[in-house]
């Protein structure tokens, strides 16, 4: 049995630039993965068979991104004439789902270095990451399993090392669907591109001002239409600014803030309103997924 981690995310900013021909939008991101997330177990079984217990997550299994990434997997491997076993993977679910912390995307990438593990497929991280990308646009990120800087429709992946910050993650426990807010006429989409060298730029003078000046990147252009449509994500996020700067992640509906401390995110946690949801955890440059199997492939 292999036991596995699948890490959430944050976009500490969200820039949307356009729109493709193909209905995707141009975006620039920062992706800075998190050390709390799922957890997913695999087993071998008979041959053929896929099973899924999904536990908590009440969704179709042809859904499931964890069924869907096992089956591309194995198909993938039948058209190189490998046949592979059966698995039985259990998802452990913690994150809350269309939360714009890419459970549902992590499930997907963990799937995919698993069973790759698992049934030996011998497919490389950049031949995972097209699968992945085949089923989302987020799942890259976590087949690659660094904190990065993500262009094009967030495949286009450049690891940047972030200031070191632990995070308190608010659900309003309202679920966002990705695809109708980049449907609605009135998402912003015309923010103009900035440069990786000004990024890193930034990180550089972030990190040369003393402690409290520091901020998260601000910016999220999906924040204005997901606080018009779900009201209750903008009540978060005020209620977070009374003890820091935070913003929407992604396409919501959890919204974020930074602190400098572990100790500092636990006190401002103990006093969310019963009627959330959230979790603390610290950003890392490496996804504990790779961490776990970097581990593994050492000591076999
Ligand atoms: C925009 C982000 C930022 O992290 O939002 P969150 O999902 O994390 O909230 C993600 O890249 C989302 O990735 P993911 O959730 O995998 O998106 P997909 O399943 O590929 O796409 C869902 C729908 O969103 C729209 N979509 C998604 C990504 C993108 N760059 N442009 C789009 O227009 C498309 O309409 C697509 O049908
Ligand atoms: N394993 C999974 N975990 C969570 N959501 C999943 C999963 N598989 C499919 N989904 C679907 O993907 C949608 C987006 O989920 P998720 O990735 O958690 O959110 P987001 O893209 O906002 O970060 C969910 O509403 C759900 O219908």
Known sequence: MLQLPAPAKLNLFLRILGRRADGYHELQTLFQLLDYGDTLTFSLCEAGKIRVDAGALKIPLEDNLVYRAARLLREQSLNHNRKVPGAYIRLIKHLPHGGGIGG???????????????????LSIDALAELGR??????????????AWAEGVGEKLTPVATLKRHYLVVSP????????IFCDPRLTRDSPPITLAALREKLRSEKALSEEKRQIFPGNDCQTL???????????????????PAQLTGTGGCVFAAFHTACAASTVFAQLPGKWRGFIASGVPVSPVHQV???LTSSE
Request: glycine share 10%.
């Open 104 to 122: 549902g995307s992590s499930d997907a990438a963990t799937t995919l270095l698993g069973l790759n593990h698992l049934w030996q497929c011998g």
């Open 134 to 147: 085949q089923l989302g646009a987020d799942i890259p990120v976590f087949v690659r399993g660094r904190t």
């Open 173 to 180: 426990g309202c679920q966002v669907r990705t695809a109708n």
């Open 226 to 244: 997901v606080e018009h449509l779900y009201p209750e994500v903008r009540d978060a996020r005020v209620w977070l600014e009374q003890f820091a």
């Open 293 to 295: 199997l970097a581990k």
